[in-house]
C-alpha cells in the first residue's frame, strides 16, 4: 500500500457530475503523481455503462460529488513508476472497475479482488493510495493506476472496441466460467444491451447454445447476428410456456423489477439463474419456485484482475469485441438519456481526445 508520494499532481480535462441526477460538463482534475507501482495512461477511450448512469442519477443512493463516471477505460501507456514490471510505455492497457485491494485478504490471495471488503472502485471511492480524495474515473483524458489493476490489450483489438470489455466482458466472461457454460449446456442472456450483446457473442464461442430474452423481437436479426442459436420475446406469453424447463443457465442483464418466478420456471432442473443487472428494489420470489426444480438465484460481480486478463486474451483470440457507437464528450448527456431508455445497440464509447477543460 502506498503513502503519499512526492510530486506535482497533473491537471486533466475530464467530464463531471457536479451533483446527483445533474448534466455531465466539462471540468479539470487532479491525477496523483506517479507512485513507485503506479502505470500513467493516455486515456483513447471510456464506454459508458449502465451502472455509470445508475451512479450518476443517485440510484444507489450513494456516491461522492462532482463525480466523473468511466470504468471501461482503454489506452496506451504513457510513464511507468520505477517498481513496474507488468507495463511498458506504449503499451495498449485497460482499467476496469476497481483499481485498488488489500491484496493481503483470503479473497485477494485467490484472485477474487472484485469480492475484496478494501476494493476501491475506479470513481466515487475514497483513493486509499493517496490521501483519501475521490477516485475519479474515466471520462478524462488520464488516469494514474496501481499496475495490478492495469491490463494488457490484444494487438487484435482496437481500442473502442475493447474497452466495453473491462466491465461488461468480464461482467459476462466471469458467470459462464464460474456455472461452466459450454458445449452440451444451454444458457440465455436476459436482456441485449451492453452486457448482454457480450454475453451472446462470449457463450457462443465458448460453445454452449444460447438464447436471447429480449423484451420485443425488434433486435431479433442484431441477436443472431451476434452468435445466438434463438431468439424470443418477453412480452409474449407464449415464450414462457414454450421454454418452460429449458436452460442450465440465465444470465439477468436487467436492471428493472422483474417476474423472478417467471425465469426460474425457464430453468431445467439444477438450474441458475445469475444476476448481474442491479435494481434496487428488493426481488419478490417464491420459494416454491426454487424448491421445484432445485433452482439456484445467484449474483455475480465484475470479475477478479487473473480472470479480467484471461477474459481479455480470450475475446482477443476469438475476435471478440463490443459493437459501439464512439461518440464526443458533447454527446454524453444524450447517450445517459439513451442508456436509461434501452435505446442503445450495443455500447456507447467516448472518444477521449474530446474532453476539454
Ligand atoms: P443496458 O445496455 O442498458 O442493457 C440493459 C438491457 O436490459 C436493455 O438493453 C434491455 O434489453 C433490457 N431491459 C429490460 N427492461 C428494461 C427497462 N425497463 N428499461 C431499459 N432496459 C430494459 O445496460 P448494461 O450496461 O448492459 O447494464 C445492465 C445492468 O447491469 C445495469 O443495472 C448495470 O448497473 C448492471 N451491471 C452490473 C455489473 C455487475 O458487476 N454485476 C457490472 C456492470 C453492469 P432488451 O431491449 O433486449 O429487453
Ligand atoms: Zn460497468
Ligand atoms: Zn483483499
Known amino acids: 500500500m502506498h503513502d503519499e508520494v512526492p510530486g506535482e499532481r497533473t491537471r486533466v480535462a475530464a467530464c463531471a457530475a457536479p451533483s446527483a441526477g445533474a448534466a455531465l460538463e466539462p471540468t479539470t482534475i487532479e491525477r496523483r503523481p506517479l507512485g513507485p507501482h503506479d502505470v500513467a495512461i493516455a486515456i483513447q477511450y471510456c464506454g459508458v455503462c449502465h451502472s455509470d448512469v445508475h451512479q450518476v442519477h443517485g440510484d444507489w443512493g450513494d456516491g461522492t460529488f462532482p463525480m466523473v463516471p468511466g470504468h471501461e477505460i482503454a489506452g496506451v501507456v504513457t510513464a511507468i513508476g520505477p517498481d513496474v514490471t507488468k507495463h511498458a510505455v506504449g503499451d495498449r492497457v485497460g482499467v476496469g472497475v476497481i483499481v485498488g485491494s488489500c491484496r493481503e485478504c483470503t479473497m485477494c490471495e485467490q484472485g477474487l479482488e472484485q469480492y475484496c471488503a478494501g476494493s476501491v472502485e475506479t470513481y466515487a471511492a ?68 451492453g452486457l448482454g450483446h457480450l454475453a451472446v457473442k462470449i457463450a457462443h464461442a465458448m460453445g454452449a447454445e444460447v438464447t436471447v430474452l429480449s423484451r420485443s423481437l425488434s433486435k431479433k436479426d442484431d441477436g ?80 477478479g484482475m487473473a480472470e479480467t ?4 486474451d480470450f475475446c482477443g483470440r476469438h475476435g471478440i469485441g463490443a459493437d459501439v457507437e464512439v461518440i464526443g464528450a458533447d454527446r454524453l448527456n444524450e447517450a445517459f438519456e439513451r442508456v436509461r431508455h434501452g435505446d442503445v445497440r450495443y455500447r456507447f464509447v467516448v472518444d477521449a481526445s474530446t474532453f476539454e477543460a
Open 126 to 193: 475514497t483513493d486509499r493510495y493517496h490521501g483519501g480524495g475521490p477516485t475519479h474515473g474515466g471520462y478524462s483524458t488520464h488516469i494514474v493506476t496501481d499496475e495490478h489493476f492495469v491490463l494488457r490489450v490484444p494487438d487484435s483489438l482496437p481500442l473502442e472496441a475493447a474497452a466495453p470489455l473491462l466491465c461488461a466482458g468480464i461482467t459476462t466472461y466471469s458467470p459462464l466460467k464460474h456455472w461452466n457454460a459450454g458445449p452440451g449446456t444451454k444458457v440465455a442472456v436476459l436482456g441485449l444491451g
Open 309 to 312: 486478463q484471461e477474459m481479455l
Open 224 to 303: 443472431l447476428g451476434l452468435g445466438a442459436d434463438h431468439f424470443h420475446a418477453t412480452d409474449d406469453p407464449a415464450t414462457f410456456d414454450q421454454l418452460a424447463g429449458t436452460f442450465d443457465l440465465i444470465l439477468c442483464t436487467v436492471s428493472s423489477r422483474l417476474d423472478v418466478g417467471a425465469y426460474l420456471a425457464l430453468l431445467a432442473n439444477g438450474g441458475t439463474m445469475v444476476y448481474l443487472g442491479i435494481t434496487d428494489e428488493p426481488l419478490d420470489v417464491s420459494v416454491f419456485s426454487l424448491l421445484r426444480g432445485r433452482a439456484s438465484l445467484a449474483g455475480s460481480q465484475i470479475g
